[in-house]
């Protein structure tokens, strides 16, 4: 078993009902959905701030397309989509 901390969070009524009634309805416990729900939740963030990085790092050493040549390709692509 993995280390583990427990963290407490506070949430709207409404949320902490719809979580208590998922819990029941999958015979989980509270704790474990809100867990899964992190790390979800982290894992889609983490990436997509990662990502942005990345992309300011790029623009920064100058490795950007020119927004007309993107146009240019978006509308020939709908345009072939059209055939």
């Given amino acids: 078993m993995q280390n583990s901390m427990l963290v407490t969070v506070r949430v709207k009524a409404d949320v902490a009902d719809r979580l208590e009634k998922l819990a029941e ?5 509270k704790s474990y959905l809100a867990a899964e729900a992190i790390e979800e939740y982290l894992e889609i963030h983490e990436w997509q701030v990662q990502a942005i990085k990345e992309g300011i790092a790029a623009a920064d050493r100058g490795e950007t397309i020119d927004f007309d040549e993107v146009k240019k390709y978006w509308e020939k692509r709908v345009e072939d989509s059209d055939k």
Avoid: I
């Fill in 25 to 29: 309805s999958m015979d989980r416990s």
